[in-house]
């Protein structure tokens, strides 16, 4: 398996805007990381908290709010878009990214 990013990560405006909304306020804004880890039903699962930067971030900000994504995963979420999604059953960040070549029916998990 051969990764190499060519396109970086794009955040949605309704994902920043989202952002925005859960550190209006806050004493210290924290910022929304976006990382890749081994594991899930399908081989990689997304993990996104809130955090700090890092060294090796790349950070994308819009309107003084942060999206982080670590070095490791950067290949992994090369051309993906990060977004928000409020549905009926709920509301959460997802990752639309074009090079899971699967994704179990949960949408954390993806193979590659």
Do not use: H, W
């Amino acid at each position: 398996m051969t990764l190499t990013l060519t396109v970086p990560p794009r955040v949605t405006d309704r994902a920043f805007a989202r952002l925005a909304e859960i550190n209006a306020g806050a004493e210290s804004p924290q910022a929304l990381r976006v990382a890749v880890d081994g594991g899930g039903c399908s081989g990689f699962q997304y993990r996104i908290e809130l955090g700090s930067p890092s060294e090796d971030d790349l950070v994308l900000e819009k309107d003084g709010q942060k999206v982080l994504v670590d070095s490791v995963s950067l290949p992994f979420l090369a051309d993906a878009v990060i977004d928000f999604s409020e549905e009926l059953i709920g509301a959460r960040f997802i990752i639309e990214n074009p090079n899971a070549s699967s994704s179990c029916g949960c949408g954390t998990s993806f193979s590659i």
